[in-house]
């Protein structure tokens, strides 16, 4: 790619680098320059003009970015129609964006001219929201240059880029709260509203809910009872928060055939999450935060399983960076088993 300061004559067939306004001249960025512009750019004085001409082996900016954006996109993922070298991506339905961001690196790696920016990896998104763009950053790249960018993306045929949306698939959640004497029937009201309003953008809703002791025994049995029914997902919002993976919600679950995958997150809000899974169902031990609406890491955890993919130990020890979701000035500190009814229940513990 040629880029120079050109007489006027010598820049027909080359595109303007820069808008070029003047008497009796609209000239846009990147505009074609032919006989016409160029006696006009005459008649208005202009001498010489910055303009850009591809060479052989040149690949044109949106020629190049519907190339690559389609290499991209995965399942569940559409590109739009290029335009001055861009191409952005959106979601073709709604669900969890999954990011090879290894893939994304190379891409970006290959050459400074060729570039791709994406919503962080495991966001929610809905349908028809954007979820990536692809940005040729000159008028036109090297042949060979696109070639190695495509060949980063490790696409193996339509369909198959390092960014897709995986697709809400489970839709029926059971629900099993335990309770303590000092926790307020209306906190658990409360908190199912809040979980359904949740689950309103992707299309799943509660379709079993019960309420048992705050004890090993009893919530092994609901544990057991919601585990016959046809959900998809459990998730228990314990009376008291959990405090180690001796504790009785982790307990309950090993006593009612399941295990615990991971207890814990590096995410504040919600520090004190449990993973786990009953005869291949998969288990939330929600933490005190899951009762506010507020953001916190049951959100990332909910909807990655919601959509399907697995949560599993390493997944959520690789949160931390970005984990830190709002600045805490204080929290009632859950220590001693204390249940979660006091005066800051509604908005929840870690």
Same mark, same amino acid.
């Given at each position: 790619?040629?880029?120079?300061?050109? *007489? =006027?004559?010598?820049?027909?067939?080359?595109?303007?680098?820069?808008?070029?306004?003047? +008497? /009796?001249?609209?000239?846009?960025?990147?505009? %074609?320059?032919?006989?016409?512009?160029?006696?006009?750019?005459?008649?208005?004085?202009?001498?010489?003009?910055?303009?850009?001409?591809?060479?052989?082996?040149? @690949?044109?900016?949106?020629?190049?970015? %519907?190339?690559?954006? $389609?290499?991209?996109?995965?399942?569940?993922?559409?590109?739009?129609?290029?335009?001055?070298?861009?191409?952005?991506?959106?979601?073709?339905?709604?669900?969890?964006?999954?990011?090879?961001?290894?893939?994304?690196?190379?891409?970006?790696?290959?050459?400074?001219?060729? &570039?791709?920016?994406?919503?962080?990896?495991?966001?929610?998104?809905?349908?028809?929201?954007?979820?990536? &763009?692809?940005?040729?950053?000159?008028?036109?790249? +090297?042949?060979?240059?696109?070639?190695?960018?495509?060949?980063?993306?490790?696409?193996?045929?339509?369909?198959?880029? +390092?960014?897709?949306?995986?697709?809400?698939?489970?839709?029926?959640?059971?629900?099993?709260?335990?309770?303590?004497?000092?926790?307020?029937?209306?906190?658990?009201?409360?908190?199912?509203?809040?979980?359904?309003?949740?689950?309103?953008?992707?299309?799943?809703?509660? @379709?079993?809910?019960?309420? &048992? *002791?705050?004890?090993?025994?009893?919530?092994?049995?609901?544990? %057991?009872?919601?585990?016959?029914?046809?959900?998809?997902?459990?998730?228990?919002?314990?009376?008291? %928060?959990?405090?180690?993976?001796?504790?009785?919600?982790?307990?309950?679950?090993?006593?009612?055939? /399941?295990?615990? !995958? #991971?207890?814990?997150? +590096?995410?504040?809000?919600?520090?004190?999450?449990?993973? /786990?899974?009953?005869? /291949?169902?998969?288990?939330?031990?929600?933490?005190?935060?899951? $009762?506010?609406? $507020?953001?916190?890491?049951?959100?990332?955890?909910? #909807?990655?399983?919601?959509?399907?993919?697995?949560?599993?130990?390493?997944?959520? &020890?690789?949160?931390?960076?970005?984990?830190?979701?709002? !600045?805490? =000035?204080?929290? *009632?500190?859950?220590?001693?088993?204390?249940?979660?009814?006091? *005066?800051?229940?509604?908005?929840?513990?870690?």
């Amino acid at each position: 790619m040629i880029f120079a300061t050109l *007489p =006027v004559r010598d820049a027909i067939g080359a595109l303007s680098v820069h808008a070029v306004k003047a +008497p /009796g001249v609209v000239l846009k960025k990147g505009a %074609a320059i032919g006989e016409a512009e160029a006696a006009a750019l005459g008649a208005a004085g202009i001498r010489e003009i910055v303009a850009v001409r591809l060479e052989p082996g040149d @690949v044109g900016e949106d020629a190049a970015a %519907a190339r690559l954006a $389609r290499a991209a996109a995965g399942e569940g993922v559409r590109c739009e129609a290029p335009f001055t070298g861009r191409v952005n991506l959106f979601a073709t339905t709604p669900g969890v964006f999954v990011a090879d961001a290894a893939a994304v690196g190379r891409i970006n790696a290959v050459d400074e001219a060729i &570039t791709i920016a994406t919503l962080p990896a495991h966001a929610p998104v809905v349908e028809g929201e954007m979820v990536a &763009t692809v940005k040729i950053i000159p008028y036109a790249v +090297p042949q060979e240059a696109l070639a190695r960018a495509l060949a980063a993306a490790g696409a193996q045929g339509a369909g198959s880029g +390092p960014l897709s949306v995986a697709p809400y698939i489970r839709r029926r959640i059971g629900v099993v709260s335990t309770l303590l004497p000092a926790l307020k029937p209306t906190v658990v009201d409360k908190t199912l509203r809040v979980l359904e309003r949740r689950l309103a953008p992707t299309g799943a809703r509660i @379709v079993a809910e019960t309420r &048992t *002791p705050h004890a090993v025994p009893d919530l092994a049995g609901a544990l %057991a009872a919601m585990n016959a029914q046809e959900v998809e997902l459990i998730v228990v919002f314990g009376a008291s %928060a959990i405090a180690d993976r001796r504790d009785v919600i982790p307990a309950a679950i090993e006593a009612a055939g /399941g295990r615990v !995958e #991971h207890f814990g997150m +590096p995410v504040d809000p919600g520090n004190l999450l449990l993973v /786990g899974e009953i005869a /291949g169902r998969p288990v939330i031990g929600a933490p005190g935060c899951a $009762r506010s609406p $507020r953001e916190n890491g049951f959100d990332w955890v909910l #909807h990655r399983l919601l959509a399907g993919l697995a949560v599993t130990r390493a997944d959520l &020890t690789g949160m931390g960076v970005g984990g830190l979701l709002m !600045e805490i =000035v204080s929290r *009632p500190q859950p220590r001693g088993g204390e249940p979660s009814a006091g *005066p800051h229940a509604e908005e929840g513990e870690d």
